[in-house]
């Protein structure tokens, strides 16, 4: 119950649950397992409310029972140093019953007010407004997605986007390449809406972004992020996330896992699809980075995107599988926009145009060799990672191809 609490409640997973639309499924998990645990918590704390109200009954009756007499006592004339004790005694009592009673009010003044700050939370405006007559979203993309003048800051930082314009064409593939935090992945993030910009438009068909309806432009979209979810679930599961709703559908996440180049590590599994991943739980089986991250992929291969956005989607990968991935993404992505972000510039030299951001800017747009002949910022890339790659010495296996 924790862990998917764990899972709705922190960061850690919030991207991925957004753009999948897993909320409502880990809410049923999450209330399964608090049904499973309820009715013993229930018969415990029925018996300590049990115990406690008739302890505090019994203490009641005590001491009324106890002034009682000594009032009586005293009326007759028969009032004694024991008496007097005894009195002592009841008023003790009376006092501890007081106390007992203090204290419960200010535990229920306390859980009051937690109610109202929980009331209040309940109440809260979204941090993704909703269009009040939202615009559905093109089962087509005709016009394509486009950033106009778009400046971004994250709460309390600095402008990380400054004035970015750009178009992705229907069925194109735009590449975004440059150094860490020249705004890439904070560009996926606007893209998926995980994000409104402070300035400028993310247009979709022409038409605001902030005006199409939310859900319906997350399911249009896929989306493979460079700090991935690993869930403690199934490995059939951590694929099929990808579509909720196909969950049951073992062909499809049979064929994505095929797609992504997981199923040769799913094969290996001590019980396939149904090995449980991760180390949260008892049973669970570890997989190494490389192996995550083509289960990853396998969640975006389950979806019929329209707008494939792959943020550092083979970071993890040695080359071998890397070539294998994008193989099969050329495949995949035939006639669908893609935005494709990496490091790797060998990568990127399948798209149909590549954008240099520099420190919230793009500097250079074209194509790889349009960039290369610009002798510019790109080139200057490429050169350093070809000279890196020349200098490291052969490996055995490769003086023996």
Known sequence: MRYFNSLLLTDTYAKEIRIHGLGDLFIRRYQQAFGEIHTTLRR???????????????????????????????????FSPGD??????????VQQDLTWTAQNLALTNETLRYMARFFTFLDAEPAIPMADDPLPVPSVLQQGVAFRDVRFAYPGGPEILKGISFSMQPGEVV???????AGKTTIVKLLARLYDPAAGTVLVDGQDLRQCELEGWRRSIAVVFQDFARFALTAGENIGLGAVD????????????????????????????ETLLGKQFEGGVDLSGGQWQK??????????????????????????????VYERFAQLVRGKSVLLISHR????RMADRILVLEQGEIVESGTHEELLAMKGRYAEMWQLQAAR???EPARPSDSMA
């Not at 409310?49 to 000594?70: D, I, M, N, P, R």
């Open 246 to 273: 196909a969950l049951a559908d073992q062909a499809r996440i049979a064929s994505a896992a095929r797609l992504s180049g997981a199923a040769t590590v799913i094969d290996e599994l001590p019980q396939g699809m």
């Open 84 to 93: 007097l004790g005894l009195f002592a005694q009841s008023i003790l009592l």
């Open 175 to 181: 590449a975004l390449v440059g150094e860490n935090g």
């Open 389 to 391: 790659y020349q200098s």
């Open 44 to 78: 415990i704390r029925l018996r300590h409310v049990g115990v406690g109200t008739g302890l505090a009954a019994l203490s009641v009756l005590t001491g009324a029972l106890c002034f009682g007499w000594v009032i009586w006592r005293a009326t007759t004339g028969t």
């Open 295 to 324: 289960v990853a992929i396998g969640r975006a291969f389950m979806r019929d995107a329209q707008l494939l956005i792959l943020d550092e989607p083979t970071a993890a990968l040695d080359p071998r599988s890397e070539h294998e």
């Open 345 to 348: 510039l060998s990568a990127v």
